[in-house]
């Protein structure tokens, strides 16, 4: 069996397979010769992260293909039902970068919260002159302790999101569009255990009416799910973070209800026109911005490799 990981794998990945006796083809290979150089060399296994597309053209000009890999969780850069229905196995990772997703969000939060993102800008520019005025502007930062989370999507970064929020002491409110409950299990440093079963809500104006901090974790949409209809349901200085999928959040209408206070602060991990986001949101001081780094951690990427080559070995055995 021939894997071809086109946008790379862990060391870790990369291990198991070899010690499985499946050939790693080391090469990133452009969208317009992915399909020749399939063929050329009779991979078996394509593997993928968001950079590469899958599609049908691929699909169907590799008949030698048995198996698509997504390294992450969406997998709306593969034609998933087109590549079932040729009989090729489709396979990503949907917990390996949980965690590293999950931290990402409250980074932003615990950022916003106290003005790092702003500061950060502006001490090397003006804290030499106006350290004082710094940090008289920034003296309005709030703890996350007792405050309201709101968890839109309850997969597993959303499950991760809530241990994290409950570890800081917040409250929990969780929105799927189907009830949901969920047992949430802390492991600490000396063997300890606490579970909690968490209850999901459905009515989306009920849930963001009293919502400090509010976080969204679904899948991509076809349409937004926070829009000018949602922000005004918020209470005045909630907080935002999206690690989702650009298009989740009305980036326009976000901008507005930062503008009138309605939202204090909003970080963006994901844009609707990535890689190369709108000027308006770059130039924002109450954005906290990120180039889609949420599952982009050692430890992460580590667990994604790993988890692609056990799929891979358990569907070798099948072929």
């Known amino acids: 069996m021939?894997?071809?990981?086109?946008?790379?794998?862990s060391k870790a990945g990369e291990q198991l397979l070899k010690e499985a006796g499946i050939e790693i083809l080391e090469a990133k290979v452009s969208q317009e010769h992915l399909i020749n150089f399939i063929n050329e060399n009779k991979v078996d296994v394509l593997l993928v992260r968001s950079a590469t597309k899958v599609k049908e053209d691929i699909i169907d000009?590799?008949?030698?293909?048995k198996i698509i890999g997504r390294g992450g969780i969406g997998m709306d850069n593969i034609n998933v039902e087109h590549a079932i229905e040729k009989g090729i196995y489709v396979i990503n990772t949907p917990k390996a970068s949980a965690r590293s997703v999950a931290e990402m969000v409250f980074a932003h939060f615990f950022s916003l919260a106290r003005f790092l993102h702003e500061s950060n800008r502006l001490m090397p520019l003006e804290g030499e002159t106006h350290f004082k005025a710094l940090k008289k502007s920034f003296s309005s930062a709030v703890e996350l302790e007792g405050k309201t989370l709101g968890v839109i999507g309850?997969?597993?970064i959303g499950q991760e999101v809530v241990k994290i929020g409950i570890s800081l002491g917040m409250?929990?409110?969780?929105?799927?569009?189907k009830p949901k409950t969920e047992k949430i299990t802390l492991d600490f440093f000396d063997g300890q255990k606490l579970e909690f079963d968490i209850s999901s809500e459905t009515d989306m104006d009920e849930f963001l009416?009293?919502?400090d901090f509010l976080t969204v974790n679904t899948p991509k949409t076809s349409e937004y799910l926070l829009d000018q209809v949602q922000f005004d349901k918020m209470k005045n200085g909630v907080f935002i973070v999206n690690?989702?999928?650009?298009g989740v959040v009305?980036?326009?209408t976000l901008l507005d209800a930062i503008e009138n206070g309605k939202v204090a602060g909003a970080a963006l991990d994901v844009f609707e026109s990535e890689p190369s986001p709108e000027l308006a949101l770059l130039m924002n001081p109450n954005l906290s911005l990120s180039p889609h780094l949420g599952g982009n951690t050692q430890d992460a990427q580590m667990k994604i490799g790993r988890e692609l080559a056990e799929q891979i070995i358990e569907i070798k055995k099948k072929l």
Do not use: M, Q, S, Y
């Open 2 to 9: 021939i894997v071809l990981a086109n946008d790379g794998i």
């Open 250 to 252: 009305n980036e326009v």
């Open 209 to 211: 009416t009293d919502v």
């Open 61 to 65: 000009a590799c008949p030698g293909l």
């Open 243 to 246: 690690t989702a999928r650009g």
């Open 171 to 177: 409250k929990i409110k969780v929105l799927t569009r």
């Open 154 to 156: 309850f997969g597993g």
